[in-house]
């Protein structure tokens, strides 16, 4: 890899940092509607965001996230709602006096300016002293591991090394918010990857309240603190990772994140803590959870493919299944069944010998079945 | 007997016709470029230095003597001296006033939203393709009407009409090319209008902005009819003089040394201008998003 990481000794470092603020911000976001031409693209969002927390929010293309993030910045008018930073109220105030600083997908650097130039551009506007301006550009391109770069010019770096101008120009001037908008789109699939660590663990240490908004889930998952899954300009779910992907609560948040075979069927028995669901393809016993439906009722629910697997003795809900696709993925094989006319996703191991054509057993686990509202 | 062989390869054979056909096409344009460019400034420089005495006349293919007698002739019984006072004065007032003019103008065509854009853009680029002389004819109406004929602010203000179009078209461009998040960026870092005007917007306009002034300084250098209709004769610029020379009594020889007065100064200053437009910051970074 080209670039270095970006704490390269963590402990040395964080010593000679003290970008980081002692006082943090709280964002609340208060029935927040924003509508372009009489559609709400953002509508009617409530959501509460703890000092120094790092909360996501993940959503396919046009679902408001983006919309969202530049309200709270300030570049646009919420139609309704209110935006608090901590108790004060934000609807108002124009988006050079919020004190976010905003991380944006083209990086969005000044190209007529060197390195140090961008980097200091706000501590200019905050018209910060020469002196303390030296010291807090220096230290923030010691953090980015930019240091001898102070007379470049943007065009002369690459992508990820104006991605770290981009970084140092938005922690410098100690913001309430970091605002991050797909900030690691541009960049190449493995840079993505140790970037994103290296932007939590800048995050984390400088303990500065983030909102980050992405469409990839992964990023989210391996990010956040919490996820904010948004559709059509609504929250779906809000939650940490391991929550929204264990216990996903709508089919969208099922079918969005991950791999999920969604599926509706009647309840046909319950017992203690567990019903009986009828589908096309048998009869299975599933945890039924905070689920208040009674025999007779229609329910939806999710299952990831990695809860269907190959039957073993003793094992739980048998299916017979026919094997449509088998694509070897290295770690695992991605299996298309066939179960009786209904397709289900599944997972076997990297060892297993599946062909298409084949039949099988396999079995759901019981404790695999989310059920949907 | 290898190398015979390679050399009968059908590749080799077609590369090295390709080869051939772009060093023909370069000699083509080089040659038309010359006869184009080359043979009338050539040919200028000649008839500038024919001597009065020695008429440059039909057999001889070249003059038969040359001497700066043409030159002498223009300096001493021509008011050339003070028409190049006149039209360098104009020329940067005119330019100024224009880049005042079109410096807002091109920023709301080029960075607002708002109705019927697309038809204020062809509006404004309407004065470059109607003929000069009707321009000069009517404006020279209004600007009677309103005391500005024979009045060197009428001149600046004629020569900033006809450059106007150029340096708006230029700069609305520039405007367009700048991405909305660089100007979201500075006002999210702190940035209020005026900061925005002065680091953002005037700086990354600036290769556009040169070249709009280059266009407006060279129109009004070479602005002949709003000139010669509302200015003279108080005032003589150098295209009003090469026109003297021009016309019934047509003398080639004066005509060929104010061409050279009007065009040498014009050239240095486009190497200059090209030279520092080569520092071109602007492409550079944002050929990479």
């Not at chain 1, 390269?8 to 943090?24: C, H, Q, V």
């Not at chain 2, 008011?79 to 940067?92: D, E, F, G, H, V």
């Amino acid at each position: 890899m080209v670039y270095g990481t970006l704490f390269s000794d963590p402990g040395e470092n964080y010593k000679t940092l003290d970008i980081g603020r002692e006082i943090m911000s709280r964002l609340i976001l208060k029935d927040l509607v924003k509508k372009f031409d009489n559609v709400a693209a953002v509508n009617h969002v409530r959501l509460e965001v703890e000092e120094g927390e790092f909360v996501t929010l993940l959503g396919p293309s046009g679902c408001g996230k983006t919309t969202t993030l530049r309200t709270i910045a300030g570049f646009y008018q919420p139609d309704e709602g209110e935006i608090y930073f901590n108790d004060k109220l934000m609807n108002n105030i124009p988006p050079a006096k919020r004190n976010t600083s905003m991380c944006f997908q083209s990086y969005a650097l000044f190209p007529h300016m060197n390195v140090w130039d961008n980097i200091a551009f706000g501590l200019k506007m905050r018209k910060i002293p020469q002196p303390e301006q030296k010291k807090r550009v220096a230290q923030a391109l010691e953090m980015m591991s930019l240091s001898g770069m102070e007379k470049r010019m943007p065009g002369q770096l690459s992508g990820g090394q104006q991605q770290r101008v981009a970084l140092a120009r938005a922690i410098v001037t100690q913001p309430d918010i970091l605002l991050f908008d797909e900030p690691l789109s541009n960049l190449d699939a493995k840079l993505r990857v140790q970037v994103r660590v290296e932007i939590k663990e800048m995050q984390k240490r400088l303990g500065i309240t983030s909102i980050y908004v992405t469409h990839d889930q992964d990023e989210a998952l391996a990010i956040s603190d919490r996820i904010v899954v948004m559709n059509q300009g609504q929250i779906e779910q809000v939650g940490d990772p391991q929550s929204i992907y264990l216990h996903p609560m709508t089919s969208f948040v099922a079918g969005f994140i991950g791999l999920a075979n969604i599926l509706s069927g009647q309840v046909v028995a319950r017992k203690e803590n567990q019903v009986q669901l009828e589908l096309p393809f048998g009869r299975f016993w599933a945890f039924a959870g905070g689920l208040r439906a009674s025999v007779g009722d229609t329910v939806r629910f999710s299952f990831r493919p990695e809860n269907v697997v190959q039957y073993r003795e003793g094992g739980p809900n048998k299916v017979s299944v026919t094997i449509q696709h088998a694509i070897f993925m290295g770690d695992a094989i991605d299996l298309f069944l066939d179960a009786k006319g209904t397709r289900l996703r599944a997972r076997a191991e990297s060892t297993a010998k599946l062909k298409p054509g084949d039949l099988a057993v396999f079995s759901i686990d019981e404790t695999a079945f989310q059920f949907l509202e | 007997m290898a190398a015979t062989k390679q050399k009968n390869l059908w590749y080799v054979r077609q590369a090295r016709r390709k080869r051939r056909f772009t060093t023909l096409l370069t000699v083509f344009f080089i040659l038309v470029q010359v006869i184009w460019v080359g043979v009338p400034i050539f040919m200028t420089v000649l008839w500038s230095l024919v001597d009065p005495s020695h008429p440059w006349s039909f057999p001889n293919i070249l003059p038969e003597k040359l001497s700066w007698g043409q030159w002498i002739y223009v300096f001493k019984y021509t008011n050339i001296l003070r028409a190049l006072k006149t039209s360098y004065t104009l020329a940067p007032c005119a330019v100024l006033l224009s880049f005042l003019f079109s410096l807002p103008t091109a920023y709301v065509l080029g960075r607002k939203q708002i109705p019927g854009k697309k038809f204020f853009q062809t509006i404004v680029l309407l004065p470059i393709i109607m003929p000069g002389m009707v321009v000069a004819l009517f404006l020279s109406r209004v600007f009677n009407a309103f005391g500005l004929a024979q009045n060197f602010f009428g001149l600046v203000l004629a020569h900033t009409l006809m450059g106007l179009p150029y340096m708006i078209r230029v700069l609305t461009t520039s405007f367009e090319a700048i991405p909305q998040d660089v100007i979201d960026a500075a006002e999210n870092l702190g940035a209020n209008t005026f900061v925005k005007i002065k680091d953002i917007f005037l700086p990354m306009v600036r290769p556009g902005l040169l070249a709009g002034m280059i266009f407006a300084f060279t129109t009004s250098i070479e602005e002949f009819n709003l000139t010669f209709i509302i200015g003279t004769p108080t005032f003589e610029t150098i295209p009003t003089i090469l026109y003297s020379f021009l016309g019934y009594n047509f003398i080639r020889t004066n005509a060929s040394v104010v061409a050279l007065i009007m065009m040498i100064p014009n050239i240095i200053m486009l190497f200059a201008v090209e030279n520092f437009l080569k520092s071109d910051y602007l492409s550079a970074s944002l050929g990479k998003l």
